[in-house]
Every structure is written in C-alpha cells, then in structure tokens.
C-alpha cells in the first residue's frame, strides 16, 4: 500500500509537505543533481533514499577494520559482518601477496580489508559506476589509495593476481533494482563465470576465494553437487573451506516466512586453487 502513494518533489527536490525532512541532498545522491523540473516518487523510494543517506553519513561500523565503511545509494552496504569476518582471518596463500583482485568490489570493505593484511596492491572492479566511486572514496578516506586501483569492469580486471576474491551475490533470481544487483544473480551468472575465469587469471600457488552463503541450497535454487561439479569443471581444487553460522537478526526471527532456510544457513569461504595453469599440461 504504501508503494502506491505517490509525492512529489520540487525542482530542487525540496519536498512542500508541512514538517517534510530536508531530503534534498539524499535525492541528489540517488538520481544526481536536479533537472529543473518537479518529479514524482513513490513513498517508500523516497524512505530507502534517505536510509541510503544515512547509511552514508553515519557509516557501517566494521569491526575487522576498526573502522566505518560508507555505503552510497545503490550500494550494497556490508551490514552482515560475517562474511568480512572470514576473509580478515582465512590464511593467506603466501608469506606475501603481491597482487589480490577483489571482484565486484561494492564499498571497497574487502579491499581495504586485504590491505590491512598486508597485500601489498589491489586491484577492485565493479560494473556498477556508483560502487566504483563509493569504493574510491572508502579507499581514499582510509588511507589506501596509493595501494588499491577501482575499475569498472565486468568482474575481471586484465592480468593474474596472486589472491582473487569474490563474494558474488547469493540467491539465483532476478534484480528489480540497482540495488538487488548485490543479492541476485540470474541463473548463477556471476558465480559461473567467476569459476570459470578463475585459474586464467591466478599465478602459480595462487587462490580463488569464494565467499557465498548455502541459502539457496535451503530455498532448492541451487545444490552443493551442482557447485562442486562446476569447481571442477573450471579446473580447480578445494583447498578447505571455512565455515560460519550468520549473526543477523532474521536467523532467529521466527515469523520470518524464510526461517526455517535461514536459522540453518552457513556462510562459507572457499579456498580454491588451479589443478594446473592453462597451456602448463
């Protein structure tokens, strides 16, 4: 009901409603600066655009930093902890890692995280503009610029890296916004193509990590044997697999529809590795 109540915003995106927020600078952060004309907004667009602006300006705390993450409109914003949780403590392949490409980079929190760590360069590439800029300006407010490069791009960035992360999105169904981008993935395309580019794009002793929850195995849009084919269809090997169970309020919210896939969720890292190099046979 409430998506169908409609206002409407001023030229300026000032809204003329009496003891109305000032939402103009959250309206310039969804859809940029104003046009001159007024525009019409359904009520709870205008709600998760100032959300966005909050988010924003408060920050996302992460405990694995230290620090806050700022996530822009359109964003995924890294408020479950646990998968940031698995990449600050999964072993590094080697003493030193040169090169990490941190894939699908959204606000840049894995990248920084991998730097904190010690990878000496990360590269981080995102196909949507607006993450690219949100990682850029995380990156910069953290003091990590000179070490990280964002790129927009389609998942990889040309050359190898050492140490390659994904964190694709979880569930194998169509986005309705920008902003689902970071939860659906249609028919599994990200996570397939992540798999499948992945040992062209390591150096020798090189990983893959894989971080992804199960939920789609709960909800029957995915099963662990179709995973583990294409793994090693790709040419590549578990090295382990580290597990966790999620902290978030919904796991143990027992009127949520979804409970039951969600109280036996696990989110896990895959530590992933190429039987062998292409053209090394």
Known sequence: MLGRIIVELEPDYSLLLRRAPDVRQACRD?????????????????????SARQWHEKGVPIPALGERIHPSYGVFSPVRGEYVDLVAHAPLPSAQVDVAFDLGTGTGVLAALLVR?????????????????????NLARLGHADQTEVVEADLYPSGRADLIVCNPPWLPARPTSALELGIYDPGCDVLHRFLEGLAAHLTPGGEGWLII??????????????????????????????????????AADTADSLHDARSREVTSLWRLAADALPGSR
């Open 30 to 50: 969804a859809y940029g600066d104003p046009d001159g004309a007024p525009r019409c907004v359904a009520l709870t667009e205008l709600t998760g655009v100032l």
């Open 117 to 137: 760590r010690g990878v000496r360069r990360v590269v981080a590439t995102d196909i949507n503009p607006r993450a690219v800029r949100c990682a850029e300006e």
């Open 213 to 250: 929850s199960d939920i789609a195995e709960h909800l029957g849009l995915r099963t662990r044997d179709d995973l583990l084919r294409r793994i090693a269809a790709a040419g590549l090997r578990v090295v382990e697999r580290l597990d966790t169970a999620p902290r978030h309020p919904r």
